[in-house]
């Protein structure tokens, strides 16, 4: 079957196709309806059905082929590896979920993961599945305002954290800016799960910060079975930002979620069981969520999680990897790929890189010279594919496990199957048919498995923000323009609204805003998104201090405690 009627029969056949691609999971119990539409633009897929997303990542894998690699872990920020087997996997996530089980956490209630690149931070996301209750992973560079005002809307029961992470062989110490973010909050949580890497100071709150090594120990031979959970139970939040200060927490569900990552495998990323798959973001981010723990792993892949930068000790220190681990797939970014071109372009060519059968960029427009350069370095497909955090899944992409096609420069492809994506008049809302016109991409409901289910405990504002900007009709709208070529070939022309992209990463300048406001010698500040040849975009905040003579050294604080520094300067 084509990619024409692949993607017509996953919408006009809808029920059919999803059932195929659902019996990709394990299902405890089959579901009995495959998609509620009865409440839009709610939509509730495999209804009835029970699964888990751990015991489809982990335990499924380590039942059958136990000794194969799960977990690599490469540190070039500590100068450490460690590869988990399947079984190996599923042991640490047991502890951990036994840890977490005697913390006090309960099915639904929510673990906020405030991490640097450490297995422990795919545990405690694993675990969290495993036992039913929700991860609310935070960008672990993110200053304390913005984690306060998450963990204020996600009222966790447990934080889990570290002493520290490291950037290009800097400390970044997290405890100080985790107490500080609590003592911020209105909310407190129970305990504070510590794990100490031996990098910074980590003082501990006796009764509620509590220290991982001990606990592990304790639990070392610790049994905690999947907890089968509903199809439409939540599995987490994530936040993103939008026009208002205030982060939008994604829900995602468990059922719709699985099938829709393990769908993508075999139709988009190319991936068998058995293979490694090397995603270069960070679990902070929706990328790492669906592309670094549980799409790789779901399909019975190695997945390589990588702490550190693509620059250090040199630019070829990716390749490298590729080399040595024999990845097939690999997801980046287009700003990483032209931070390497700047720095050694030759690099590429010193290492073996057989294996890999497809380049997956993401995030952000690749352009033209970025796309030229780096087919002909690699002389491997370069998929680009278009997607948000709303969406965990691509919304646009070729997808060369149907049909392969060709890819044209600047465009992340054709209408993935699932969605039915339009594009439409901000100011009629009539549909745009016919080539080249430019206009707001929007999808029509509903949205297909995967995709978030609601703003954390706020439907009004899903509604509000996502279903009603586009006047005359209920369709989700990306916030995105883009134009269509006579081919259905999509090419995206930036966002709606106030979102920024930097390297790739999605950032708010209202919330940059408000961080930057929370510094005692500002008095107003506006922040706006500067064009930036490496990194696409990058926020340039003007400020009116009270006192102007401390300029110089408000300037540099300012810098470390805007989150938005963090992310440039991690790259
Ligand atoms: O503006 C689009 C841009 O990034 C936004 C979503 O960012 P985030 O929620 O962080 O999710 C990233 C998932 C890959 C989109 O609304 N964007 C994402 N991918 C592309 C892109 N712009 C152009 N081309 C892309 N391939």
């Not at 919330?511 to 500002?522: D, K, L, Q, T």
Request: charged letters at 20%; aromatic letters at 10%; hydrophobic letters at 40%.
């Amino acid at each position: 079957m084509g990619f024409e009627d692949f993607h017509r029969r996953s919408l006009q056949d809808r029920d059919a196709f999803w059932t195929e691609q659902a019996a990709l999971i394990d299902w405890q119990t089959p579901f009995t309806q495959v998609c509620d539409h009865s409440n839009p633009p709610f939509a509730r897929w495999f209804v009835g059905g029970t699964t888990n997303l751990c015991h489809n990542a982990v335990d499924r894998h380590a039942a059958t082929h136990p000794d194969r690699q799960a977990l690599i872990w490469v540190s070039t920020e500590v100068g450490q590896e460690i590869v988990y087997t399947f079984a190996e996997l599923q042991a640490e996530v047991e502890r951990m979920s036994a840890i977490l089980l005697s913390l006090g956490v309960q099915q639904g209630d929510r673990v906020l993961v405030y991490m640097p690149m450490i297995p422990e931070a795919a545990f405690a996301m694993l675990a969290c599945a495993r036992i039913g209750a929700l991860h609310s992973v935070v960008f672990g560079g993110f200053a304390s305002v913005s984690l306060a005002s998450r963990i204020d809307d996600a009222q966790p029961t447990v934080v889990v954290s570290a002493d520290a992470g490291s950037r290009g062989g800097k400390v970044v110490p997290y405890k100080g800016l985790l107490d500080e973010a609590i003592r911020l909050s209105s909310h407190k949580p129970a305990h504070v799960l510590m794990v100490n890497r031996g990098l910074s100071d980590m003082p501990m709150q006796a009764g509620r910060d509590v220290d991982y090594a001990g606990l592990r120990q304790a639990h070392l031979n610790a049994q905690v079975p999947c907890v089968w959970v509903e199809s439409t139970h939540p599995s987490y939040t994530l936040y993103t930002s939008g026009t208002t200060g205030k982060p939008k927490g994604v829900q995602r569900d468990t059922g719709g979620y699985a099938v829709a990552l393990a769908a993508s495998m075999k139709h988009i990323f190319l991936g068998q069981p058995g293979e490694t798959y090397f995603s270069t973001s960070d679990i902070g981010w929706v990328v790492g969520h669906s592309y670094i723990i549980y799409g790789p792993l779901i399909a019975g892949m190695a997945t390589l999680m990588y702490e550190g930068l693509p620059t250090r000790p040199d630019a070829a220190v990716w390749w490298s990897l590729v080399e040595r681990y024999r990845v097939t797939s690999m997801f980046s970014a287009p700003t990483a790929v032209r931070v390497l071109k700047k720095q050694d372009p030759a690099a590429l060519s010193r290492h073996d890189l057989s294996s890999l059968r497809a380049l997956f960029l993401a995030g952000e427009p690749l352009d033209e010279p970025t796309a030229k350069w780096i087919a002909e370095a690699l002389g491997k497909p370069i998929i680009d594919n278009y997607w948000q955090t709303e969406t965990g899944w691509p919304i646009l992409s070729l997808c060369n496990g149907v049909e392969s096609a060709d890819s044209k420069f600047g465009s992340p492809g054709k209408a993935v199957y699932g969605y039915d994506v339009k594009l439409v008049d901000e100011n009629t809302g009539q549909d745009l048919v016919g080539p080249d016109k430019k206009g707001v991409v929007v999808i029509e409901g509903p949205l297909p498995p995967g995709c978030m289910q609601t703003v954390w405990r706020d439907d009004e504002r899903f509604i509000k923000t996502y279903w009603s900007s586009i006047p005359g009709r209920q369709v989700y709208s990306t916030f995105d323009w883009g134009i269509r070529d006579k081919d259905g070939y999509f090419f995206i022309l930036g966002r709606t609204d106030d979102v920024i992209n930097v390297a790739g990463h999605r950032l708010g300048t209202r919330e940059i805003e408000e961080s930057i406001s929370s510094h005692p010698n500002v008095a107003e500040v506006a922040v706006v998104g500067v064009a930036d040849q490496l990194k696409g975009q990058v926020a340039m905040a003007f400020a009116i201090l009270k006192d102007v003579s401390r300029a110089a050294d408000d300037a540099s604080a300012l810098k470390l405690e805007g989150e938005i520094m963090k992310v440039v300067e991690a790259l």
